[in-house]
T-cell receptor, first 114, second 114 residues
Framework: NAGVTQTPKFRILKIGQSMTLQCTQD?????MYWYRQDPGMGLKLIYY???????DKGEVPNGYNVSRSTTEDFPLRLELAAPSQTSVYFC?????????????FGPGTRLTVL | AQSVTQLGSHVSVSEGALVLLRCNYS??????LFWYVQYPNQGLQLLLK??????LVKGINGFEAEFKKSETSFHLTKPSAHMSDAAEYFC????????????FGQGTELSVKP
């Protein structure tokens, strides 16, 4: 049981390039989330999904897109990378719709845009 | 709207000393409160959570937190710090209307001196 896995661990992008951050969970969780973590700012929710085919915006969605074609996978797409997107990105999942459910986090992807 | 404030971005204690990390929240509806820990270069993992019932909540690794509604606080404590407790700690809030979404505080980095 690997939990939540993310690839890649590190990536350097040039301004204007695009990339997809991958996230997979093997716990059969319905809910999945993407956060970004900036120093001294805590975690901000980018997008979330309540099940395959259903996604919604979080607090900071601009510049990102997501899709959820399967229960396991929740990729995050950056179309035109900007320096403001330099951050650490975390994917998380939880088992149900209850707000008391624990979220399980992946190890993160550290992205630098130059 | 909900919010979380963690007092002190950095706390330093000696090994064996009391650990106290402060968290205050703002919520117009009954909150659910969480403490997550992030060890260096890792994702977040749940330390403890308050949903309903007993206001003193015990978590992993000897940590506990007390929900005080009158003070809108959920401070994290541990009687005796260990070197392995050095990490970043995040307080987070949710509620029944949030659909599982968490609002995080900005984090407190705990250092433990030998």
């Amino acid at each position: 049981n690997a939990g939540v896995t993310q690839t890649p661990k590190f990536r350097i992008l040039k301004i204007g390039q695009s990339m997809t951050l991958q996230c997979t969970q093997d716990m059969n969780h319905n809910y999945m989330y993407w956060y970004r973590q900036d120093p001294g700012m805590g975690l901000k929710l980018i997008y979330y999904s309540v099940g395959a085919g259903i996604t919604d915006k979080g607090e900071v969605p601009n510049g990102y897109n997501v899709s959820r074609s399967t229960t396991e996978d929740f990729p995050l797409r950056l179309e035109l990378a900007a320096p403001s997107q330099t951050s650490v990105y975390f994917c998380a999942s939880s088992g149900g719709s209850s707000s008391t459910d624990t979220q399980y986090f992946g190890p993160g992807t550290r992205l630098t845009v130059l | 709207a909900q919010s979380v404030t963690q007092l002190g971005s950095h706390v330093s204690v000696s090994e064996g000393a009391l650990v106290l990390l402060r968290c205050n929240y703002s919520s117009s509806v009954p909150p659910y409160l969480f403490w997550y820990v992030q060890y260096p270069n890792q994702g977040l993992q749940l330390l403890l959570k308050y949903t309903t019932g007993a206001t003193l909540v015990k978590g992993i690794n000897g940590f506990e937190a007390e929900f005080k509604k009158s003070e809108t606080s959920f401070h994290l404590t541990k009687p005796s710090a260990h070197m392995s407790d050095a990490a970043e700690y995040f307080c987070a809030v949710s509620n029944n209307n949030q659909g599982g979404k968490l609002i995080f505080g900005q984090g407190t980095e705990l250092s433990v001196k030998p």
